[in-house]
């Protein structure tokens, strides 16, 4: 059974940053790609930052320079890094893999992060 487990998430001042992690089981970690979604309210849910089994990562435009995904296969986690947040950054933060042989997405429960002064 897999499961995604997010932590770290709450409420920070603008210009703060926060590390949100997310860990997993049920599956071989190291062979899948991750990914870092979002939903804030009213939008649709959008793909923030991927981290590869190889390393290789990508970004949403409006996050490159603030965010960094990484990943400890070790731990059988995946972390994204938020610094110099803004209040855009507000929503529910969501860790995401799809499994390509059942053709299968697992999601995480989600963590809020709000940023407010």
């Known amino acids: 059974q897999v499961q995604l487990v997010e932590s770290g998430g709450g409420l920070v001042q603008p210009g703060g940053s926060l590390r949100l992690s997310c860990a997993a089981s049920?599956?071989?970690?190291?062979?899948?790609?991750m990914d870092w979604y979002r939903q804030a309210p009213g939008k649709q849910r959008e793909l923030v930052a991927r981290i590869e089994s190889g390393g290789y990562t990508a970004y949403l435009d409006s996050v490159k320079g603030r965010f960094t995904i990484s990943r400890d296969n070790a731990q059988n986690t995946v972390y994204l890094q938020m610094n110099s947040l803004k209040p855009e950054d507000t929503a529910v933060y969501y860790c995401h893999t799809i499994i390509a042989a059942t053709r299968t997405n697992y999601w995480g429960q989600g963590t809020q992060v709000t940023v407010s002064s």
């Open positions: 049920g599956i071989v970690f190291s062979i899948y790609a």
